[in-house]
């Protein structure tokens, strides 16, 4: 069975930094595609941020975090790390990360998420 767990979340300040890390247990080595991270707001729809790729590590990102989040990954040790920079109050969300399935590139096995709040 496979298990995300999300950690890192916390309070800072605008301008200051996060580093989130997703552990995958139990993921089968040709079972996904990439590893996404996702966010949520209060009262808002959750929001794609960006992705890495297993293999290449090959990264996307949505254009509001550009410049100032960066994903690696550590394939070994089945984590995906997402360094986060000059937070903005705006960023303040849950951080949710999930896999893509190769089969259709639909997203699953959410983790739990973890809350990152930015005070201004």
């Known amino acids: 069975q496979v298990q995300l767990v999300e950690s890192g979340g916390g309070q800072v300040q605008a301008g200051g930094s996060l580093r989130l890390s997703c552990v995958v247990h139990?993921?089968?080595?040709?079972?996904?595609?990439?590893l996404g991270w996702f966010r949520q707001a209060p009262e808002k729809e959750r929001e794609f941020v960006g992705h890495?790729?297993?293999?290449?590590?090959?990264?996307y990102y949505v254009d509001s975090v550009k410049g100032r989040f960066t994903l690696s990954r550590d394939n070994p040790k089945n984590t995906v790390y997402l360094q986060m920079n000059n937070l903005e109050p705006e960023d303040t969300a849950v951080y949710y990360c999930?896999?893509?399935?190769?089969?259709?590139?639909?997203?699953?096995?959410w983790g739990q998420g973890t809350q990152v709040t930015v005070a201004s």
């Open positions: 139990g993921m089968s080595q040709f079972g996904s595609h990439a």
């Open positions: 999930a896999l893509q399935r190769v089969v259709d590139g639909g997203w699953s096995d």
């Open positions: 890495i790729t297993w293999i290449g590590g090959q990264t």
